[in-house]
């Protein structure tokens, strides 16, 4: 699956612009995203090891990179990163 990075960061870059620092697009299919808390998101396709979650291609690592848990965020990209960020933004901004 190709994730269309470039729209992603125009999404991130301006409805997100009060929780993110800076982004960067290390790979065609990445897009990393560095927070104003000092946390980092990596946005791309999923790796194979994470066969074990029952939503796999989708999964969240819950607080370091071993604990992975189910994903039920939207399967549409552009839907996905507005889910998970919001949810970011309720974290960080509370």
Sequence with gaps: MIINTEKLKDIIETEYSDI?????????????VF??????????APYRNWEKVKTFLK???NGTEENVIESHISDNPEEA??????????????
């Excluded at 993110?20 to 990393?32: A, F, G, Q, S, T």
């Excluded at 927070?35 to 791309?44: A, E, H």
């Design 59 to 61: 999964h969240l690592h």
């Design 20 to 32: 993110v620092e800076y982004l960067l697009l290390p790979d065609i299919n990445e897009l990393w």
């Design 81 to 94: 990163v507005r889910e998970f960020l919001d949810f970011i933004r309720g974290k960080i901004l509370g």
């Design 35 to 44: 927070l104003i808390d000092g946390s980092f998101l990596d946005i791309n």
